[in-house]
């Protein structure tokens, strides 16, 4: 795994109200020393922690925006202990607010009625700590929310990524026992950052499933992903590159050369580099 390190950026803005607290968001100067759920590696999930931190120990709304799987949820829970509930079932969101002093709204750009949100809000004193995946407006914004803070993308705070996968690694050994033997190595993993923590936890997951698989395992799984694809005139001659792709790489990482992999593979050369040749797209070789 290579993880080159870049600039983080994030975007904390904070509109306090007449009758709010008033909060002053500081730049970080030194790193934050957390313990819970929430990973801050980088600079922007440092800065994330801190005004998490700090909407702890004040009672305003808030509003915590960024991509799926960016860590909006998490980073919620660890500003208040409440109920989550979806902003799309909104009469459940509405007698939630009835019973208890705070929630955590997720999707809050799917609210279908801001103006009975508002009145409820209003008249029970409950705070919410809202995530969303998209932009809320500014006159929202500022009905709502006294502190709005961005978690970037993890392409963007690529310091968080190999702690992550740590923690993930020991999510993958605790939910399953031990039972892989030795486990892989994280410089083995390539993560996949594509849709964030989701994609990241499930390639550090696949790396200790695959981990496992013994013979029986791996032919049984080929066996399925075979049945649901054939039926064509030429599937042996299609799908062929299932295996030969798989043991093409493995060669070079290896025995190094093309020379060396039609010794052990017992290839003709002129085959093997028509092989290498066919497959130069799903091989990726330099």
Known sequence: MRVNAAADTITIMSTVKADAAAVKVTPMVA???DHTNYIAKSRASMEALKSANLLKSVTINALILGE???GKQTLAKH?????????SAFNELLALIETNSSLIVK???KITNYKKLKIALDVHKTRIIATSSLPIGEPLMDEFFSLKIVIPPLRERLEDVPALMEKFAYEACMMFDGEFGAAPSLDEITPDLSKNCYSLRRSVY????????????ILAMMERFLSQRIGGRNDYRDLLYLFDVPMIKSGYTKFGSQLAISEKFGLNRNTLRK???DYKDRLKID
């Open 31 to 33: 790193d934050v020393v």
């Open 68 to 70: 799926n799987g960016a």
């Open 79 to 87: 500003i208040v202990s409440a109920p989550i509930v979806d902003a």
């Open 107 to 109: 999707n809050f750009h």
């Open 206 to 217: 696949n790396a200790y499933l695959m981990n496992s698989f013994g013979e029986e395992e």
């Open 275 to 277: 092989k290498i040749n």
